[in-house]
């Protein structure tokens, strides 16, 4: 209901609820002006009877008994209370939710009542704040009767002006979407989505990217659009694909190995480079030698073999990794030494 039509209904029926007051002395301007307004209430009325204007109902839910549908392009998993810091304190201070989310009735569940549609962050802030210091918080719903598709494109419809559903969530979502409502028709999908269908593309080609590779990168959030669709793009040959996922599988270790070191992860920037260049990185004779690399102090880096072959080796000096002269020899030293103990040495 519009915010309009909500406040004059509300004041409407508060009105209709007032206790009589004494009735004033007999004015003529007033009996105008209060003809005027009976006329307009009996309008409004008349609105509310013949469903013009919609009365909504808000409930007051405990959110234990409130399911995430799972067709929502938000990952609940993914959700945390630093990510729901600004929603948490914004309820606090406001002495509750002010903003309803939208539920729908489940039936054969008997652990849950409703399912959430659109304000899963809601829910599972106030889920938060029940569980830390509010026990009387709850959850305020407004229910619709919606079937999967209609909910579906409501929860698409709110998750695009949030910032905070990465690109990579919703292009799964739209993937899931696509076969389950609309018969893997992208046509008929963004016609109903009111979205491009090259833009729409994109995504369905940036949701077909492997978790193996989506691994490299320090968290999904990083896998955005545009430098996605390009490395969809290049995994669309099966031999440049079988590249990528091979250097995915190193970096995602390398990433693992940093993160029980306690050194940043790589940046997004890095990660895709390494993977669009799989394929040069890998050349060689024996690509396995590309495995080596050497990292400077700062996590950025330094050192890596390009390639190994009967004419020599060749390894690449990365620049801006912040390393000095001794640390780059040291790293070169290292590398030879690899090399020999792999068979792979300038001696074979």
Not at 140 to 152: G, K, M, T
Request: hydrophobic letters at 40%; proline letters at 5%.
């Amino acid at each position: 209901m519009a915010r309009k039509q909500s406040d004059y209904l509300a004041a409407l029926l508060a009105e209709e609820n007032a206790a009589p007051e004494p009735a004033p002395a007999r004015d003529p301007a007033a009996d105008r002006i209060r003809g005027t307004t009976l006329l307009g209430r009996e309008s409004a009325l008349a609105r509310v009877a013949n469903g013009e204007v919609r009365q909504v109902t808000q409930l007051l839910l405990d959110p234990a008994r409130v399911r995430i549908w799972p067709g929502n392009a938000r990952n609940y998993a993914y959700l945390t209370e630093e990510s729901c810091r600004e929603l948490i304190d914004s309820i606090v201070a406001e002495g509750g939710q002010k903003v309803p989310a939208v539920v729908r009735r489940i039936e054969g569940d008997p652990d849950h009542d409703y399912e959430v549609i659109a304000g899963t962050r809601r829910h599972w802030s106030i889920s938060w704040l029940r569980a830390n210091n509010y026990p009387d918080m709850m959850f305020v719903a407004q229910i619709a009767n919606l079937d999967d598709e209609a909910a579906f494109r409501l929860a698409d419809l709110e998750n695009r002006a949030r910032a905070d559903v990465t690109d990579l969530e919703r292009a799964r979502n739209y993937l899931a979407a696509l076969q389950t409502h609309y018969g893997n028709h992208q046509t008929r999908m963004a016609e109903r989505l009111k979205l491009s269908k090259g833009w729409l593309s994109k995504m369905l080609k940036v949701a077909a990217i492997p978790d193996a590779v989506i691994e490299a990168f320090a968290s999904p959030s990083e896998v955005q659009l545009k430098p996605g669709y390009a490395l969809a793009q290049a995994m669309q040959d099966p031999g440049e694909a079988h590249t990528i996922i091979r250097m995915a599988k190193q970096i995602a270790s390398e990433q693992a190995a940093r993160r029980r070191a306690g050194q940043p992860p790589y940046p997004a920037a890095d990660v895709l480079r390494r993977l669009l260049n799989a394929s040069k990185m890998l050349s060689g004779e024996d690509r396995g030698a590309e495995r080596y690399r050497h990292v400077s102090r700062y996590g950025r880096e330094m050192l890596s073999i390009q390639s190994t072959n009967r004419q020599g080796v060749t390894l690449r000096l990365h620049a801006g990794s912040g390393a000095n002269t001794e640390e780059i020899l040291e790293a070169v030293r290292r590398a030879l030494t690899h090399l020999e103990a792999t068979g792979q040495g300038l001696s074979r």
